[in-house]
T-cell receptor, first 114, second 113 residues
Framework: AQTVTQSQPEMSVQEAETVTLSCTYDTSESDYYLFWYKQPPSRQMILVIRQEAYKQQNATENRFSVNFQKAAKSFSLKISDSQLGDAAMYFCALYGGATNKLIFGTGTLLAVQP | SQTIHQWPATLVQPVGSPLSLECTVEGTSNPNLYWYRQAAGRGLQLLFYSVGIGQISSEVPQNLSASRPQDRQFILSSKKLLLSDSGFYLC????????????FGDGTRLSIL
């Protein structure tokens, strides 16, 4: 079975500071993909960043980057220069190719303090 | 470009009434389609997914059903709603290639009275 664990139910960061959200996962698939989604108060689900497991290089999208540690099955999200608009629920998700399903963690609620 | 439409945005229904939520995708063909439910402050629970017309996989036995009458149309239904069916329902699509992410609709806020 595939699982995704987000051990931080809530996090807080000061505006312009950096914050890291943790995610660990478990899968028996050799070919899989990892994603971070953001859900602001509007409840839209927005893709933030994705990482292919076969790629050693960590993915980066502007202020968002990941630290992908394959051996440790860890996939953390770093948000640099935090902005008020970054306040949202963040979900880590795992896709194993054989299952056709995206497995979500329980989410981390990020607050950004002005 | 691809777009996903989900409606209605908000729905208030009495217990025991039927339900039909619709989701359509434009700009792609043969997408994988998904229905999720999200309780307040909680994560997403996968309800159904479909890899093709008429092909429905159910993840959780429940009071709901899904149908895919056309390639880019996915419908979530119930004959008789329960109070526990309240929640936020999200439709999503994904291209067939395994490295493609899921893209979500704007969701339907369902309240059962």
């Amino acid at each position: 079975a595939q699982t995704v664990t987000q051990s931080q139910p809530e996090m807080s960061v000061q505006e312009a500071e950096t914050v890291t959200l943790s995610c660990t996962y478990d899968t028996s698939e050799s070919d899989y993909y990892l994603f971070w989604y953001k859900q602001p108060p509007s409840r839209q689900m927005i893709l933030v960043i994705r990482q292919e497991a076969y790629k050693q290089q960590n993915a980066t999208e502007n202020r968002f980057s990941v630290n992908f540690q394959k051996a440790a099955k860890s996939f953390s999200l770093k948000i640099s220069d935090s902005q008020l608009g970054d306040a949202a629920m963040y979900f880590c998700a795992l896709y194993g190719g054989a299952t056709n399903k995206l497995i979500f963690g329980t989410g981390t609620l990020l607050a950004v303090q002005p | 470009s691809q777009t996903i439409h989900q409606w209605p945005a908000t729905l208030v229904q009495p217990v025991g009434s039927p339900l039909s939520l619709e989701c359509t995708v434009e700009g792609t063909s043969n997408p994988n389609l998904y229905w999720y439910r999200q309780a307040a402050g909680r994560g997403l629970q996968l309800l159904f997914y479909s890899v093709g017309i008429g092909q429905i996989s159910s993840e959780v036995p429940q009071n709901l059903s899904a149908s895919r009458p056309q390639d880019r149309q996915f419908i979530l239904s119930s004959k008789k709603l329960l109070l526990s069916d309240s929640g936020f329902y999200l439709c999503a699509w994904r291209a067939g290639s395994s490295n493609q992410p899921q893209h979500f609709g704007d969701g339907t806020r369902l309240s059962i009275l």
